[in-house]
Each structure stands twice: as structure tokens, then as C-alpha cells.
């Protein structure tokens, strides 16, 4: 499962590294100023964090110089979960933050955006030409009388050209959201019809494994179905015309204009996020201007430690939390790498040579890919020139044992590996970066400042070294607001608070070593319960797809009513695989082996595919439902998967079982 406590870390930060940490120097800072304690490391300032976590979040807004134009009364106003209220009265513009650096002689003409596509061509955007853009734009929205709290919809890649659109929502108070072009048009419009926005930018395609993808049909849909448009502003990334009707984004961003920052209260909302929504409508999910600054200035400025000298890649869409969190990074002066494109093509070295190209210092990625790399034996460290990467970090899903030793051995002996894993409901991270902490094998480092992460068992007793729920006990600063169109917040409530009244449950199994890191074994709601032994889905993930000739896997535990307990294994074989008894067997040898006895699953069974959610997620729990009989319509939002046709299997054998 982990590392033991006396096990050498895979990684250990030298003494210059981690006194050169933005982290160490805010402790030093905070101690002087606000009663941190100058001793003890990062463990002793967490403990701070949470015990006085007012004075905390005063001190990293007076450490990033937030800029307050009206004062706030009181730091936490009321600390009740869910509705807490962070920095009453203050009024302050999140877009003023992220465009400052502009506005320094010295860095003005550096690039804030590198952009780069398939082909590889670079575009680079300065710091100066992003404000001069965004200030032209927020200028055409206000004509186009778009008010503070008016919904702004987005149906575009990760081009530089979302950036500015997002900027310009936020500095005239507008309510951003998006959606990445490869979604359909229902997916969309379940999204979008429940926030009723009333600008869409839309590109006319997009260009994904080196083919064009003409989205022009769904545009005109989007724009049948949304009765609440005022306008539509048409990016022509394939170099159509506009079509009739729509404005050009040329002719929106030419302007010299000064932009204007809106002042907006802490609480109001910056933009709507979505869960992956496999049952029912997708959660539109509220988050404010100010608590987003907050969280993301300490997320960013000090865990992820990057400052302007760095440049941040994260490979990621516009329908995914990670592009919210991958723009933030203008907060701290650092320039952004926006690639936009297919993770492995031509071949699965994409992203590295993203990498090397723009010279970024922080690389971001997915579980996933790193363990596609590991499967295909490619070298990166060997291949490419990462001598400016200091740290690759990973989210999604776990990155199992042997994905911490292949970026150790394949990309840098001295690599600063972090699997963080928080989730969309606060776009940011509970547990993972730390600078200044060693890497453990398989563990994410410590929770994260200001969070008072616990493991609890069912009566809600915390854990040590022993798997329970994810639970935070004190109110985040970018915990939702609301949900859209929840009058009465059953919905936010039932979401998070069902479980321990007051206390956010996230829905994810962890364990908490005890050396203070963290261990994720998946949701909680799919968790592996044989014989009292609980088990965590991604740590089957894990063993099994170590085996060259399984691609994908998908376990689901089903409690059966007469008391029995089934636990089947759906295995994506690699090209040319046989699933035959030899295979079988050493599926379950290994499991055995590695994990559990009583884990080991009752049928190994082959699938053409492994449904996931847009976001690249597998659906373990829409799939349960599915095996124990629930009908397709009501076990999963048809607008949220991938490929449709996968759950067909699952409802088939279903009905055979029945």
C-alpha cells in the first residue's frame, strides 16, 4: 500500500532547496508578524495553519500583497460548514491580481502565455500585450451590457485566446464558465442551460490527434438551445468566417484600452465549475473571486513554489478544473504553458517535448500518462533536455509505486515528485506539494496549509495508518459558495455534509501515515469491502496494469441481497492479448501477491473498453449501479461518458446475472 515510516524517501530536498522555498521564507515572515512558529519546519506551520487559521489567512493575504479596496470587518465571519463567510466587507477584483506583473517596468514585454500546438509552433503573449487585450475585451462586454454576476460561457480549447476571455469576465464581475470543444453538444448544454449565460465565445474547431475537427454544426445548436445569449463571439481557430450573427475576436481585443477591475465582494462569484455529473445533471458548482485568490495564491505561491523566474505546464482542457488552477499562476508572476492538442501525438512523448520546448520548470500531467509512458518504455530524461523541470507533479487518480520510480529513474534521479489530489467542489488540492518535505514512495506529502485533513472512521473518529474517509474539518476559503439553481442548498448540503454534519466528507478513501503523508485509495463510495477488509480501487489499478498485457482495468465490489459479496475485474487487454487461464492466473497471483488474498476478484472478465468520464475518469460507481440492476437512464448521465456504447456490455451482463 505505502512506504514504511523508516523506509529512505525516494526524494529528500537539499538545505539550499529548502531555503530558498517561497514556503520557508513566508514561515520566517509569518513568525515575525503573525506568531507562526519560526521552528519545526513545514509540520509545525501546518499545525499553525489550522489551529489559528484566521491569523493564517491574514498572512498569506498580507504575504501576496492582496490587494483589499475596501477593508474586511473580520477574517472568518462564521466558521459553519457549508455557508462559512470568508473576509466580510472587503471588496477586491480577482483579474487585477492575475494581470500586476504587467504593470512592472521590468517584466512587462516578458511572456506571460507560451502557447504551443501539435505542430509544435510556438505563440508567445507578453504580459503587457495580455493586459491590453484583456482590456479591450472588457471594455466590448460592458457594451454589450454584460453587469457584475452575468453568466460568460466559453466553448474553447486551451488556447490563449480563453485566458483573455476569462480575464475580461472577471474583471467586469462577470461569472466564467467552460467547456472544452471535444464535449458534445448535450454534455454542453447540460452544463451551460443551468447557468443561462448570456455571452458565448466558441471556436469554429479545434485540431486534436493531427486532424481538424469542424464544430460549427454544435456551435449553431448551442446557440438554439441558449435563448439567454446577448452575443456570440467567434474565435476561427480552423479560419472560418463568423457565421451570421456572431462577433469576431478580432475586432473585440484590437482596442488600446486600460482595462477596469470591477470591485466585487470576497464572496462573489468568479466562476462555475462541474462535477463529472454520472448521475443526474453535472453539480454547477459556485466558487468566489476572492476565495479563489486566496487558495490559489497559497496553492501556487508557496506548495507548488513557483514565482515569475518559472513556467508552468500543465496538460489539461478547458472542461477540467486543472485549466481554472493552470491560469492562477499569473498570480504569482509565472508564465504559463498552454498546449493544446492530443497528450500523445504524434507518439506518447507529447508532452515531454512540450516540456523541453518551453522550458518549463513545473510539469503537471496525469497518473495516467505517466504510467503509458512507463508502459511503452520511452525515456525522457534521456531523450529530451528537462534540466529545467524541477518538479513534476500528477492528478486525476493516484500515481501508483512504480510510476514514482519510473519519473525517478526515466526523467531525474533529483526530481521533486507530487501526486496531489484535492477535486473540481474546491478547484484546488487537500493533500500533495510540498517543497521543502522528502517524497515517500507512493504517498502524497503532507496535507496542504490550512486544511485540517482527517481520516475518520464511520463514527467519526480520526485515524492514523489506518484507512477511513477524507474528511475536512474547517472551512477553505474556495469551498463552494453555493451550487447553481440550489435555492435551498439541499443539494450542496446532501453532497458533502451528509455523512458528518459540519464536517466536508469528500468521498474519497485515505490513509494518514504516520509520518504525517497522505495515502489515496480511491472513492469511498467504490470502495472494496471483503470480509471487513477494506481495500481502495486504485490500489488494484496498480497491480494489475503492471501486467503488459492489460491496457485498462475496472473492479467493482457489488453487496449482493442474500448477504454474498460479488467482485468482478473488467480488464482492456493489450493489443494482441489473449485473456486464457495462464492470464487469469497471474491476474489473481499478483493481486494475491501484492495485495490481499481476500481481494482477489471472484471473475476476471474481458470488455472491448473502460467507460470514463469526460474528464478521463472511470465510472466505478455508475457501472455497480449497472450490474445490480439499475436502468442505463438512471444510473448515469449519458452526457458525461465517454463512449456510450462501453455501458452496454455491463447492462447485457446484468441481465444475464439476473
Known amino acids: 500500500m505505502t512506504a514504511a515510516a523508516n523506509e529512505a524517501p525516494l526524494w529528500q530536498p537539499g538545505p539550499d532547496r529548502i531555503a530558498a522555498a517561497a514556503v520557508t521564507r513566508f514561515q520566517s515572515w509569518a513568525a515575525e508578524r503573525y506568531g507562526a512558529p519560526a521552528d519545526g519546519g513545514y509540520p509545525a506551520l501546518h499545525r499553525w495553519s489550522v489551529d489559528e487559521l484566521e491569523t493564517f489567512w491574514q498572512a498569506v493575504a498580507d504575504w501576496f500583497d492582496v490587494r483589499f479596496s475596501t477593508p474586511y470587518e473580520s477574517v472568518i465571519g462564521d466558521r459553519t460548514m457549508p455557508g462559512a463567510q470568508w473576509f466580510p466587507g472587503a471588496t477586491l477584483n480577482y483579474a487585477e491580481h ?8 521590468l517584466r512587462a514585454d516578458a511572456a506571460a502565455l507560451l502557447h504551443v500546438d501539435e505542430t509544435h509552433t510556438q505563440f508567445t503573449l507578453s504580459w503587457s500585450e495580455l493586459r491590453r487585450r484583456v482590456g479591450s475585451l472588457a471594455a466590448e462586454l460592458r457594451a454589450l451590457g454584460v453587469t ?40 454542453v448544454l447540460d452544463r451551460f442551460q443551468q447557468v443561462e449565460p448570456v455571452v458565448l ?15 460549427a454544426d454544435t456551435v449553431a445548436e448551442l446557440r438554439r438551445e441558449l435563448p439567454t445569449l446577448r452575443a456570440v463571439v467567434h474565435i476561427p481557430l480552423l479560419g472560418t468566417d463568423a457565421p451570421e450573427g456572431a462577433l469576431e475576436w478580432s475586432a473585440l481585443t484590437s482596442a488600446d484600452t486600460e482595462p477596469v477591475f470591477e470591485q466585487v465582494p470576497f464572496d462573489h462569484p468568479l466562476w462555475v465549475l462541474y462535477s463529472s455529473g454520472t448521475t443526474g445533471l453535472p453539480k454547477a458548482i459556485v466558487q468566489s473571486q476572492g476565495g479563489i485568490l486566496l487558495e490559489h495564491f497559497k496553492q501556487i505561491g508557496l506548495h507548488c513554489d513557483l514565482g515569475p523566474d518559472d513556467r508552468f505546464f ?32 504524434p507518439d506518447v512523448s507529447a508532452q515531454w517535448r512540450v516540456a523541453e520546448q518551453t522550458g518549463a520548470t513545473l510539469f503537471g500531467t496525469s497518473a495516467a500518462y505517466v504510467m503509458a509512458c512507463r508502459k511503452a518504455g520511452i525515456h525522457p530524461g534521456r531523450d529530451f533536455d528537462l534540466s529545467r523541470i524541477q518538479c513534476v507533479a500528477t492528478t486525476g487518480s493516484p500515481l501508483p509505486p512504480d510510476g514514482f520510480r519510473w519519473l525517478h529513474d526515466e526523467v531525474a534521479e533529483n526530481l521533486w515528485i507530487a501526486s496531489v489530489s484535492g477535486g473540481t467542489d474546491v478547484c484546488s488540492c487537500f493533500a500533495g ?26 463514527a467519526g473518529q480520526p485515524l492514523i495508518g489506518e484507512v477511513g474517509e477524507l474528511v475536512v474539518t474547517a472551512p477553505l476559503p474556495s469551498m463552494p459558495i453555493r451550487f447553481w439553481n440550489d435555492p435551498d442548498g439541499s443539494r ?34 467504490s470502495t472494496l469491502n471483503r470480509q471487513g477488509v477494506r481495500m481502495g480501487s486504485a490500489d488494484i489499478y496498480e497491480a494489475v496494469e503492471r ?8 473492479v467493482i465490489g457489488i453487496e449482493e441481497p442474500d448477504g454474498g459479496y460479488w467482485m468482478p475485474l473488467f480488464v482492456h487487454l493489450a493489443d494482441g492479448a489473449a485473456l486464457d487461464d495462464d492470464l487469469r492466473n497471474s491476474i489473481k497471483q499478483t493481486i494475491r501477491e501484492n495485495l490481499s488474498p ?15 468520464t469526460l474528464t478521463g475518469k472511470r465510472i466505478e460507481v455508475p457501472v455497480k449501479r449497472l450490474l445490480q440492476g439499475t436502468a442505463l437512464a438512471k444510473a448515469v448521465n449519458p452526457g458525461s461518458i465517454d463512449n456510450l456504447e462501453l455501458l452496454h456490455f455491463y447492462e447485457d451482463l446484468a441481465r444475464k446475472r439476473a
Not at 201 to 215: I, M, P, S, T, W
Not at 433 to 458: F, K, N
Not at 494 to 519: A, L, N
Open 433 to 458: 506539494a510540498v517543497p521543502t518535505l522528502p517524497v515517500h514512495i507512493g504517498e502524497l506529502q503532507a496535507p496542504c496549509l490550512g486544511t485540517d485533513l482527517q481520516s475518520w472512521d464511520p
Open 598 to 612: 481476500r481481494h482477489v476478484p471472484d471473475e476476471v472478465i474481458e470488455v472491448p473498453g473502460i467507460p470514463h
Open 98 to 105: 492575475a494581470l500586476r506583473t504587467a504593470q512592472d517596468p
Open 547 to 554: 501486467l503488459p498485457e492489460i491496457r485498462e482495468s475496472l
Open 314 to 345: 500543465w496538460y489539461t482542457s478547458t472542461g477540467w478544473m486543472m485549466w481554472n488552477f493552470l491560469v492562477s499562476g499569473l498570480l504569482t508572476g509565472t508564465t504559463l504553458v498552454l498546449y493544446d492538442g492530443s497528450p500523445g501525438y
Open 492 to 525: 450542496y448540503n446532501d453532497s458533502y455534509f451528509d455523512m458528518y454534519p459540519g464536517v466536508w466528507r469528500h468521498g474519497d478513501w485515505i490513509t494518514i501515515t504516520e509520518h504525517g503523508s497522505v495515502v489515496i485509495h480511491g472513492r469511498s463510495d
Open 201 to 215: 465565445f466558441a471556436v469554429d474547431g479545434y485540431r486534436y490527434g493531427g486532424k481538424e475537427h469542424d464544430r
Open 148 to 187: 457584475p454576476g452575468d453568466r460568460v460561457s466559453a466553448y474553447l480549447p486551451n488556447i490563449p485566446q480563453a485566458v483573455v476571455a476569462f480575464l475580461a469576465t472577471a474583471a467586469v464581475g462577470g461569472v466564467w464558465t467552460s467547456c472544452a470543444p471535444d464535449f458534445g453538444a448535450r454534455s
